[in-house]
């Protein structure tokens, strides 16, 4: 893949060139031959060599034409699978499908455009039950956001609804010198691992409510949750649950918004 290409600022193209990062996600993601490896985005394929090289076959989704035709020339089909899709919009339930092993989870690793970091992220929480692990680069801005505990700065939508499904890890730095072309922010590599089974605290009853009272909340931080969550949340909720109307939307962890979740939920059913 030596042949040259214009960066694409509509999909948000910063290569990795820097060898030492490249080594240094490999060994975090530890790929074995075994596992159902997905790529997002793998560009010119920095990291899609080097995995290539430690595993037997590959799934990558690439929406920019060129790129994946390059890789197709690149690999036989039978090392890689490239996927020329909207990784926004892909069914990633799609690649499960294909595995040999129908049990088997999917490992998704990849440097995510920065434009669509986040939205992408929610799309692949809609698999989670589908997915081993996810080793991404991403922002460091987004990374910290995805990590903050609450009463910190940075906690926000983001921090619960990731830290709903997954368990964060934030592992190591890369600066904009390993990219061409360079971006203006510093990045980080981050490890989600879905909970599976050992989750840290119950499912909501009603998943798509809870996404909604934390999206709403967190549309105006700074106001007390009452002021924030206006009708969406009876007065008479707060007491039941013995939470405090006057705290504010940044202040409750996770689990107190799936508490606040429920409550509304049985409420709702219990007056139609």
Do not use: W
Not at 53 to 76: C, G, M, R, T, W
Not at 234 to 240: A, G, H, L, W
């Amino acid at each position: 893949m030596t042949e040259t290409h214009i960066p694409r600022k509509r999909f948000g193209q910063n290569f990795l060139k820097d060898n030492h990062v490249i080594d240094k996600i490999i060994n975090a993601l530890h790929p074995r031959s075994q596992d159902l490896l997905v790529e997002i985005g793998p560009g010119l394929g920095a990291l899609t060599q080097v995995v290539l090289n430690q595993i037997d076959h590959l799934f990558v989704v690439e929406i920019d034409k060129d790129l994946s035709a390059k890789l197709q020339a690149s690999y036989p089909p039978s090392r890689l699978s490239v996927i020329e899709e909207d990784a926004l919009k892909y069914n990633f339930a799609l690649l499960s499908q294909q595995s040999q092993d129908p049990m088997k989870k999917m490992r998704i690793f990849g440097n995510l455009p920065y434009n669509i970091s986040t939205p992408l992220l929610f799309h692949l929480l809609s698999f989670s039950p589908l997915i081993q692990d996810m080793l991404f680069m991403l922002q460091k801005e987004v990374v910290m956001r995805m990590a903050a505990k609450s009463n910190q700065d940075d906690y926000g939508r983001l921090s619960i609804m990731i830290q709903y499904f997954c368990e964060v890890h934030p592992l190591f730095d890369v600066g904009p010198q390993s990219f061409f072309p360079p971006p203006k922010v510093m990045s980080s590599i981050v490890r989600l691992k879905p909970y599976g089974e050992n989750r840290p605290f119950k499912l909501a009853r009603n998943e798509k409510l809870f996404s909604h009272i934390v999206a709403v909340a967190f549309q105006h931080r700074r106001k007390t949750l009452k002021n924030a969550l206006g009708d969406l949340v009876p007065q008479e909720i707060f007491t039941n649950i013995n939470l405090d109307p006057k705290r504010r939307p940044e202040t409750l962890s996770v689990e107190e918004y799936i508490a606040l979740s429920d409550a509304v939920d049985i409420y709702k059913n219990n007056s139609n």
